[in-house]
Nanobody, 115 residues
């Protein structure tokens, strides 16, 4: 079993920054992809950014140029640095780790961008 614990969400004004963290523990395959998804009210969950063990990254178009995903392989931790936040970034952000057909999710952390 794998556990994912997220932190770093909160309320921020438009144009502000937040850094999300997610620590994974348990039986983790050494080659995996960790990432962040988000779900806004009334919308489907969508990929924000992901990063593989080898450092390869993937970003949603809405995140490119504003968000940076990074990871610490030693501690199985993934980060999401979010800059220039917009009201449309408001959502619950979920951490994810996957390999093969295995897929685990965190509980989610709320991000609110509002003045």
């Amino acid at each position: 079993q794998v556990q994912l614990v997220e932190s770093g969400g909160g309320l921020v004004q438009p144009g502000g920054s937040l850094r999300l963290s997610c620590a994974a523990s348990g039986s983790i395959f050494r080659l995996n992809v960790m990432g962040w998804y988000r779900q806004a009210p009334g919308k489907q969950r969508e990929l924000v950014a992901s990063i593989a063990t080898n450092g390869n990254t993937n970003y949603a178009d809405s995140a490119k140029g504003r968000f940076t995903v990074s990871r610490d392989n030693t501690n199985n931790t993934v980060y999401l640095q979010m800059n220039s936040l917009k009201p449309e970034d408001t959502a619950i952000y979920y951490c994810n780790i996957k390999w093969g057909f295995v897929n685990y999710w965190g509980q989610g952390t709320q991000v609110d961008v509002s003045s």
